[in-house]
């Protein structure tokens, strides 16, 4: 599967902002998807995943409450919106993919195999 991530840009503290993974190759519905973001300097963290049914999400600690991810079986694609961000929200997110991944295991960076480019977000204050 082929990820392409879109809709990262410039928005000021307390703003919104939806970020898109778009995916195409194989059926999309078998693989679970997670975001991940990366600022510089730091390594790249998990922020959510969401299983592929779409029955069930999961968060980072540092957005739970103003992230939530979606996904679109129609479109194949999946979403991030994003709500009350904050300076410290600022970061290339990524889009991951994996058919194979279990729960324990969808905040783990290495275990997804498939990977979008990345948008960048910036949140200024």
């Known amino acids: 599967v082929q990820l392409q991530a879109s809709g990262g840009g410039l928005v000021q503290a307390g703003g919104s902002l939806r970020v898109s993974c778009s995916a195409s190759g194989r059926r999309f519905s078998i693989y679970a998807m997670g975001w991940f973001r990366q600022a510089p300097g730091k390594e790249r963290e998990f922020v959510a995943a969401?299983?592929?049914?779409?029955?069930?999400?999961y968060y980072a600690d540092s957005v739970k409450g103003r992230f939530a991810v979606s996904r679109d079986k129609v479109k194949n694609t999946g979403y991030l919106q994003m709500n009350s961000l904050k300076p410290e929200d600022s970061a290339v997110y990524y889009c991951a993919a994996d058919r194979s991944i279990i729960t324990s295991q969808l905040m783990s960076a290495q275990d997804y195999d498939y990977w979008g480019q990345g948008t960048l977000v910036t949140v200024s204050s």
């Open positions: 969401i299983s592929r049914d779409g029955g069930n999400t």
